[in-house]
């Protein structure tokens, strides 16, 4: 039977054995056609995904891979990348999986067996929650698998998990939707939460390098602020410089008035004694 299975050596490598040829038709007949795991000799066949799950996948897996590329840190799989466990014919279809670059230099154009990854990361669903949660969870702890995500997109939340030297999983924390999460596998990588279920502002986070873009958006918010406060600060200065004016002004029309007044008080005196100069003429006159 073993010679009816595709990539024989990548298979010997990993031990495999089968004696009734079920997972040699899973490999030949089921893997390429679905997405598709064979777990305790059983071969289960994934349902189609939902929008929400293709949406959240494509844009971890875009951050993701930019970042692993960009700095040839090893190759990043995503949905139909068949991870077989060691000691066992289990092999599962991560949603997305990394592979540090020790283990992608191993790996060619035809590869289409590969071994357990370094961090793996499922998106649960009610039909895949059992299989995540438990079976998969530690046979992933078993073989190595060095970070462990589990998205919940309904909730929008990851949890994290990363294996301590008993090749136990240890929840890191819960991740919600006005966080940052930063890989342990890949320290450097930090993902703000809203790029991954909502792809908002993802651009600003090429390549991963978060931690300088999320700087720099804040340096650009204090520059602006700065801004403002300056702007603020001159429409201060200026009305003080208006009111300066307008107190001048009123001054101005103050001493105006006054002067106006005192015209007036002079004009009016003026009126009176040529009232009593016409009085004292039309006596004259009389006499």
Not at 118 to 146: F, H, M, P
Not at 171 to 177: D, G, M, P, V
Not at 250 to 277: G, N, P, S, Y
């Amino acid at each position: 039977m073993e010679t009816e299975i595709k990539n024989k050596t990548i298979l010997e490598k990993l031990e495999l054995t089968d004696s009734d040829g079920k997972y040699v038709h899973y490999l030949n007949e089921i893997a390429e056609q679905h997405k598709s795991e064979y777990i305790n000799d059983e071969i289960v066949i994934h349902s189609p995904a939902k929008k929400k799950h293709v949406d959240v996948s494509l844009n971890l897996v875009s951050i993701i891979r930019d970042y692993v590329v960009k700095f040839d840190l090893g190759f990043v799989g995503q949905e139909k990348i068949l991870t077989k466990m060691r000691n066992s014919k289990n092999s599962y279809e991560p949603d997305i999986c990394y592979f540090r670059k020790e283990k992608s230099d191993n790996f060619n154009d035809n590869t289409d067996i590969f071994p357990p990854p370094d961090w793996a990361i499922e998106i649960i669903s009610k039909c895949s929650e059992d299989r995540d949660r438990k079976t998969k969870y530690l046979d992933y702890a078993k073989n190595g698998v060095e970070e462990y995500w589990l998205i919940n997109t309904q909730e929008e939340k990851i949890e994290q998990y990363y294996l301590n030297d008993k090749n136990v999983y240890i929840l890191i924390r819960e991740y919600y939707s006005n966080d940052s999460i930063a890989s342990i596998t890949l320290p450097k990588l930090i993902i703000p939460l809203e790029a991954i279920f909502n792809a908002i502002k993802t651009s600003n986070f090429h390549f991963g390098k978060y931690e300088k873009s999320i700087k720099e958006k804040d340096d650009k918010l204090k520059e602006k602020d700065d801004k403002l406060k300056q702007k603020e600060k001159i429409i201060k200065k200026d009305k003080k410089r208006l009111k300066e004016k307008d107190d001048k002004l009123k001054e101005k029309d103050d001493k105006l008035k006054e002067k106006d007044d005192k015209l007036k008080e002079k004009d009016d005196k003026l009126k009176e004694q040529e009232k009593l100069i016409a009085e004292l003429l039309k006596k004259i006159n009389l006499k």
